[in-house]
């Protein structure tokens, strides 16, 4: 995937890494949302294939991102993820209250989690000669951590009602950063590569040698843009409060095509005043790709409707056939870089 500076035969290490996040505390033994299980392997299966499209020289169109501004199938997968991350936060923070943890405990759990996530992150980043001056610090596995982190905290420390606000506060704010706050030497509400107030950010506060090296003047996964980032997080945990709630199957699955197509239709509306974009995680992005998964979900939740009686072990394990078959022969020659998510 874009910005991801790992290599092929990384694929199996990232989806296990990526994957640990959305999965409940393995001590507890919880049963599992099935429908919750199914879109992610989905989304986990979607992402070994938009890393692993058997020839980096015929790559089908749906597997390529977009160049700048729009979207392809592609730039769902990371947004799908994060999603997911947010419905697995509300689901297992919430039952690590109701059962009576301490707030101190589950926040050290899930400053623990997140901390691995980020070092495998860098671990992985500069794999195999760890060369820390031009290491790249972004990336997606760090966004990850940084998005859960950040996510958890707001769970542990508000109710529904502050997390949407929090939600709109990012929403709304991340575009008023984005189109009014001027750029030296370009002005504002430029929103062209190398020229907006992301990549300004990037390049005051990391330097040239530690973004994207692809490109040397922008990083898809930047500091700025992992506002939008957590947005998709707490989209997810807007809706894993809904799953979570005990009205009936029908009408859980009701509330998240609604929702998904309302949410969708937002994010129509923005994209004419701000670009959906993935590079830089534009707010019109966020709504866009939280409806699709909400409609996704919907539909998950209407073919899926029991809970599982023990913890499942895929995706985890059932991904790693796959990555480990997919890591071997035409990725070889892609040494230069990966497109995970």
Known sequence: MRGMGGRGFLTMLRSRAAADLVEPAAARPTPRLLSLDVFRGLTIAAMLLVNNPGTWSHVYPPLEHAEWNGWTPTDLVFPFFLFIVGVATALSLGGLRDAGTGRAKVFRKAFVRAAIIFGLGLLLQGFPHYNLPHLRIPGVLQRIAIAYLLTAIVVLL?????????????????????????????????????????????????GVNHVWQETRTWDPEGLL?????????????????????????????????????????????????????????????????????????ATAAGRFRSWSSGPMRSPPTGCRPCAGSCSTGSHWDRWRGSRWC
């Open 158 to 206: 508000t109710g529904v009602r502050g997390q949407v606000l929090t939600l709109l506060g990012l929403l709304l704010g991340y575009w008023t950063l984005m189109t009014l706050v001027p750029v030296p030497g370009v002005g504002r509400g430029v929103l062209e590569p190398e020229k907006n107030l992301s990549n300004w950010l990037d390049f005051r506060l990391l």
């Open 225 to 297: 843009s992992t506002l939008g980032a957590v947005a998709s997080v707490l989209c997810g945990v807007l809706a894993g409060h809904w799953v979570r709630s005990r009205r009936g199957t029908d009408a859980k699955a009701f509330g998240l095509f609604y929702a998904g197509s309302m949410t969708l239709l937002l994010g129509w509306v923005w994209s004419h005043i701000f670009p959906i974009n993935k590079s830089l995680w534009t707010s019109s992005y966020v709504l866009l790709s939280a409806g699709l998964a909400c409609l996704s979900r």
